[in-house]
């Protein structure tokens, strides 16, 4: 590598401007954007998208249902680490130099922070400098290729890579001053970073003919970690040889922006985990740590370690009780079944066996299932005394799977070529003999059924998919198409999402749809089980020996600790919205009064309607609300302004929102008779529906006492007011 300093001639520039990489991850969506305005994040609804922009960039309605002016990219900024260029640069290849296939890496860290939930990256993009043989700055036309990386933080330097992604189409922008020119890359797929701290590096291969690319050269970067390598070199490496006495490393000088939300995650410091099971009316989850002879109890909600129970050797399979009063454990080293009473959540008894079980289960007539894996017994789950054993069959073993109503078991064996499976009726202690679901595939990893008792879900590596089979008949009703060798599959509780794990990547897949809709993370896990509602998964990182704990919400940009997200479920478990067709909802938007028609007029049991012209308006002729605006006016719920306006762009304000919410609900407000407590709507226009929408319990105001009458109402309030105006149930 070489340092060049750069200067000035009188007549003969020679100036070699220092590179500036300004990375700016796009994600559809926005934390912050708004609902339908005339601008967001400095892009105007007659302005077009960004130069070299492929990712969505114009949002078309307010729902699915509805269609409404384009709004902008919503692109907010996440973190902006950008420093002023300087006059120094290294040559991330030296032109001398062409047999060198890759340029170098340059890398710097960031945070995600807890309260985002999760980022969600799509491109990056970057301005770039390039220099000739002469040492002149020329413009860099077309970039061959680049990868863009993930990392875990190691500290001062990056450590585990989670991402990779090779982008050879890079789109060019504009030349730009100095002949600096822009680039976007498009990440083949998303990269969605859960709260921490990561690094991100950048590696252009650049056509060698018409020159090489430059990082710029280190500066003090807001106190910011750095890196620097060679292709297949160590972090930081060589400094002292290139340097050239400088002191300072070649820089990433980044910027990012997209997405905040979704995707929360914890890791708990278990050890490997074999099995999980979840209390149905507790946040508990039990988890069996086979090298460490215990089982974990962990809070779902906090992501912190409860309790550690002994069990005794190796524990492996879990089951509980229908009830959650017991949770029962294999343990294989001991030929024994440990039983945990979950009041006290210690070992009050224990099964002893001939045999080393396995797997456990528990269903049928309230039976515990076990397998050594081959043969499987049902026991009496207070006693332990044997019920029955289930019919031999050549291919129950190890893996079982059974029906959310207790009615079916299946069964398999763990790795075996080609795989069948064994289904039982377990409706009775005398079960008949299986039928049976024959070759499913090769290398067979798992089994589930899903939440709803539909489907029967194979893992096979040979070929590299994920199969849904009816569970009636056996007969194929679908495929996940992995592309990669699948380490798992798990239904959600309600048999909306599949959890997949494979190639380095996890995912929630759409159950009907066999399509992906939600990253999970970046790394090979095996998916352990789901939580009792639709958000919830659990998994066991086998490299890091975590217990993981998969949390997520039904839209992109809403974080699972965000404080309205229990009332925008709601909103949207009833029907009220599906949020943008980029699968946002942005909550912090401030709510139109064409939304609030929508949103009102939902919540009242109100369908599409259709339009008749009956309106008195003068300004929603063609609008896309106009068949909701003229449904509230024949509803009487509003009569529009004095001059016959509605004024569907304008924004609600907190006085506005209690009028339409109470006529919404057919009350006419009472005097007013002093029964409110807030400081601020003395004598206010509105005070007498403000007053009225306290007393019946829809808001309590803001701590300090005030309501704020003339505060816009964001997406996320408007939730709150709904679901307790049509006292919607939270999740």
């Not at 700055?137 to 077309?142: L, P, Q, S, T, V």
């Not at 499987?376 to 059974?402: C, F, N």
């Not at 290398?443 to 589930?448: G, M, P, R, S, W």
């Not at 709507?681 to 803001?702: C, K, R, S």
Request: overall charge negative; aromatic content about 10%.
């Amino acid at each position: 590598m070489k340092i060049y300093q750069l200067q000035r001639k009188k007549h003969v520039q020679r100036v070699i401007i220092s590179l500036i990489l300004l990375i700016l991850i796009v994600c559809t969506g926005s934390a912050s954007a708004s609902g339908i305005q005339g601008q967001a994040n400095g892009i105007n609804q007659q302005d077009d998208p960004p130069p070299g922009r492929t990712s969505q960039a114009r949002i078309d309605g307010l729902d699915q249902n509805t269609t409404a002016p384009p709004t902008g990219t919503g692109v907010s900024d996440l973190v902006n680490q950008l420093t002023q260029r300087n006059l120094w640069g290294v040559v991330s290849n030296s032109y001398e130099y062409i047999y060198s296939d890759w340029n170098a890496e340059a890398a710097d860290d960031f945070n995600v922070p807890e309260s985002d939930g999760s980022w969600t990256v799509k491109s990056v993009d970057m301005v770039g400098f390039c220099r000739n043989l002469d040492f002149d700055i020329i413009d860099c036309g077309n970039l061959d290729s680049a990868t863009v990386r993930f990392y875990t933080s190691a500290g001062s330097i990056p450590g585990t890579e989670i991402y990779s992604a090779e982008i050879n189409t890079i789109a060019t922008g504009p030349l730009m001053d100095n002949n600096a020119r822009t680039f976007t890359l498009d990440l083949p797929t998303p990269a969605v970073l859960t709260r921490g701290n990561y690094w991100i590096s950048v590696q252009v291969n650049l056509d060698f003919s018409a020159g090489d690319w430059l990082w710029n050269e280190r500066v003090v970067q807001s106190g910011q970690s750095f890196a620097f390598r060679n292709p297949g070199g160590a972090w930081g490496e060589g400094c002292t040889d290139w340097c050239g006495g400088h002191g300072y490393y070649p820089d990433l000088n980044f910027s990012l922006s997209g997405v905040k939300g979704n995707t929360f995650k914890y890791s708990l410091p278990t050890g490997e985990a074999y099995a999980v099971v979840e209390h149905s009316s507790q946040p508990w989850v039990y988890a069996s740590i086979p090298d460490l002879n215990i089982v974990y109890l962990s809070d779902r909600d906090t992501g912190l370690i409860s309790k550690n129970i002994p069990v005794g050797a190796n524990p492996k399979g879990l089951a509980i009780s229908s009830d959650s009063s017991r949770v029962y454990v294999a343990l294989n080293g001991g030929s024994a079944v440990k039983v945990i009473d979950t009041t006290s959540n210690t070992v009050t008894n224990t099964f002893t066996l001939s045999y080393l079980p396995i797997e456990l289960g528990y269903g049928g007539l309230g039976r515990l299932y076990v397998s050594d894996g081959s043969d499987i017994e049902s026991l009496d789950p207070i006693t332990g005394a044997l019920i029955s054993t289930l019919p031999s069959h050549q291919y129950a073993g190890d893996l079982i799977a059974i029906s959310p109503d207790g009615l079916t078991l299946c069964s398999s064996r763990t790795g075996i070529s080609p795989a069948s499976i064994a289904c039982y009726d377990i409706s009775t202690d005398s079960p008949p003999a299986p039928w049976t679901l024959w070759n499913v595939g090769g290398n067979l990893q798992n089994i589930d059924i899903s939440g709803d008792g539909a489907y029967l879900y194979t893992a096979c590596g040979a070929p590299y998919q994920i199969t849904a089979y009816n569970l009636t008949t056996l007969t194929q009703a679908g495929l996940f198409t992995t592309g990669a060798y699948p380490e798992s599959v798990y239904d959600s509780y309600q048999g909306d999402r599949v959890y997949i794990s494979g190639g380095g990547t996890s995912w929630a897949w759409d159950a009907q749809t066999y399509q992906q809709v939600q990253i999970l993370d970046h790394r090979e896990v095996r998916f352990l089980g789901a939580g009792n509602d639709n958000f919830t998964a659990y998994a066991t990182d086998t490299e890091n020996d975590t217990l993981l704990i998969y949390r997520y919400t039904s839209f992109e940009d809403l974080s699972w600790v965000h404080w309205a997200k229990n009332w925008i479920e709601a909103l949207y478990n009833a029907g009220l919205t599906s949020g943008y067709p980029d699968g946002t909802y942005r909550p912090e938007n401030q709510v139109t009064r064409a939304e609030m028609a929508i949103f009102l007029l939902k919540g009242m049991g109100v369908s599409v309607p259709a339009m008749d012209g009956s309106h008195p308006f003068t300004d929603v002729a063609g609008h896309w609300a106009e068949a909701w605006i003229e449904e509230l006016s024949d509803q009487g719920i509003t009569g529009g302004y004095p001059d016959g306006t509605y004024r569907p762009e304008n924004l609600v304000t907190r006085a506005e929102m209690a009028i339409f919410l109470l006529k919404g609900m057919s009350i006419s407000p009472p005097d007013i008779d002093g029964s409110h407590p807030f400081t601020d709507i003395n004598l206010h226009w509105a005070e007498i529906f403000i007053e009225e929408l306290y007393d019946q319990g829809i808001t309590g105001g803001y701590p300090d006492g005030t309501y704020r009458p003339e505060n816009r109402v964001t997406r996320a309030e408007m939730a709150v007011f709904l679901v307790n105006t049509f006292n919607i149930t939270l999740p």
